[in-house]
């Protein structure tokens, strides 16, 4: 059986700013290490971090979240909307340049519009859109069917970007387009289990109307000659090769080695909170888990802190809402005790209410990222202890990702949502919601949440929808949320100028 363990948490950034006279130095092969390969580089395509750590410096957007997390212009000069609500007028940035040296024009933009809307992660972005014109090279106009507040915030989104490419690249299959963007950095060379490598692109085109880096938007320069982005599951290696100086940009450093090397001159730590949710999905469509008893058995039987901190080094804070705090759609966190507390007696009366004989309930997780992993690993022995017969089915990450958008066969999924609660409740809504839901069953509830959060006109509505959302995933047991994580970057101490960020952001940082 595991154990409870006790964790230190909440380590401080220990980064120093630079001095007003520091300059950015142009030269030098950056090695960045993630923890898990990308399923794609066709950035419209995949909402997984892996894909977007890579493509989001090869491509941009019409509009980009800033270091808030609030959409600013990016491709887009800005944009006029009409006073119904139902026209987008977008004036687009001069002069800007494809990696093959197209200058992108209106087309291009129609073109990426209407592939995502077809083939996106987020495709249920464009459903409002009736028809897209381009009345001139520079200017591309939307028309909505419908009233949606939130389009502006959907196609600012990072989580599945809606990447603005070349019509030609637009024109293939998924999974196939997406080499060519706009960013500051061009692909050289993608080799599965092993590396992207990314060169800056000399050509590049600043946007003028920002003077610094900020967040996706900003003025980007690159000032590296290359970016190696490499796949390395095990956290060991990771810490050693930051260690040596093989490695000098870390996606995510263990908590426990962060704190071994506190005192080390040469590591630069940086920490976030909160990163992201730590969830377990349940697929409502198969087997054990389409039965609401046994979902809310498996949802008593759990305990949540233990969960966390064995997953997380202690890195973590037990916050259940499904919208962080101190944002505009926090839905508050009353009457949600009752859900969240471990009551294994109530677990097994529920399970033999749901008439439980035995049944097997499998656990997909994927071995590329240790919280889940971790998350399914406890989780199962957990729900072993209160009578259940548990398979955890152990994979990597791309091959979890296909695994549960099969409409059965699993029953669990711990996954970490870090940039949908970060970009605001569309996509946290939007993952339960709509023709593909991460729970395989449509819910009508969560339906009308979405549809009322996607067209409410008044803030409180929308506020509302979320509301609706929370109280339907607790009452059905459809998704359990843990907690939220923390995440540590870090560096080299010769990696100047570098700033945490939802991706390691290797523009605007330089080799000192």
């Known amino acids: 059986m595991l154990r409870r363990r006790h964790f230190t948490a909440g380590l401080a950034a220990t980064a120093l700013p630079l001095p007003a006279f520091a300059q950015g130095k142009k030269g030098g092969d950056v090695v960045v290490s993630q923890q898990a390969q990308p399923p794609t580089l066709d950035a419209q395509t995949t909402t997984a971090q892996a894909s977007r750590n890579i493509s989001l410096h090869m491509h941009e957007t019409l509009f980009a979240r800033d270091e808030a997390g609030d959409p600013k212009p990016d491709l887009a000069e800005g944009v006029d909307i009409s006073a119904d609500g139902l026209t987008y007028k977008f004036s687009l940035r001069r002069g800007v340049l494809f990696h093959n040296g197209k200058v992108l024009d209106s087309t291009d933009v129609k073109a990426s519009l209407e592939r995502f809307g077809k083939i996106g992660g987020s495709a249920f972005i464009m459903k409002p859109v009736a028809a897209i014109e381009t009345p001139d090279a520079n200017t591309v106009v939307v028309k909505l069917s419908q009233v949606y507040p939130g389009f502006i915030e959907g196609i600012s989104s990072p989580r599945a970007p809606c990447a603005i490419m070349t019509a030609e690249d637009c024109a293939k299959p998924a999974g196939q387009g997406g080499s060519i963007g706009t960013g500051p950095f061009t692909l050289a060379e993608f080799k599965p289990d092993s590396h992207a490598l990314l060169k800056r692109f000399d050509k590049y085109v600043a946007n003028p109307n920002y003077k610094a880096r900020d967040g996706f938007a900003g003025r980007k320069t690159a000032y590296f000659d290359s970016v190696r982005f490499r796949f390395m599951p095990e956290g060991g290696a990771r810490t050693a090769g930051l260690q040596t100086g093989e490695l000098h940009v870390l996606e995510a450093l263990d908590v426990p080695a962060a704190e071994r090397l506190k005192s080390d001159k040469s590591i630069v730590a940086y920490t976030m909170m909160p990163w992201a949710f730590q969830t377990l999905m349940m697929n409502t469509n198969f087997g054990l888990t389409a039965n609401v008893s046994i979902r809310r058995a498996i949802q008593a039987a759990l305990d949540l802190e233990e969960i966390m901190a064995i997953a997380t080094s202690g890195l973590f804070r037990l916050q259940p809402a499904w919208q962080h705090p101190n944002t505009s759609y926090f839905p508050g966190t009353e009457g949600l005790a009752k859900y969240t507390t471990q009551n294994k007696d109530h677990a097994k009366a529920l399970l033999k209410e749901g008439g439980y004989k035995g049944e097997e309930l499998v656990i997909v997780a994927d071995n590329s990222f240790r919280n889940h992993l ?60 709509g023709a593909t839901p991460v729970q395989i069953k ?64 290797m523009w605007d940082c330089w080799f000192t």
Do not use: H
């Open 442 to 505: 449509p819910d009508p509830v969560i339906e009308q949440a979405q549809a009322q959060l996607t067209t409410g006109l008044k803030l409180a509505d929308r506020q509302a929808a979320v509301k609706m959302f929370q109280d339907r995933i607790y009452d059905q047991a459809i998704s359990i949320k843990c907690g939220d994580i923390g995440v540590i970057q870090a560096t080299r101490s010769n990696v100047a100028n570098y700033a945490p960020y939802r991706i390691p952001r």
């Open 374 to 433: 971790d998350t399914g690993t406890v989780a199962a022995e957990q729900l072993r202890a209160v009578g259940m017969n548990v398979k955890l089915s152990v994979m990597d990450w791309p091959t979890v990702l296909n695994a549960r958008l099969r409409p059965d066969g699993w029953n669990l999924w711990p996954l970490g949502m870090g940039i949908e609660p970060y970009e605001g409740p569309y996509g946290v809504v939007g993952f339960f919601a």
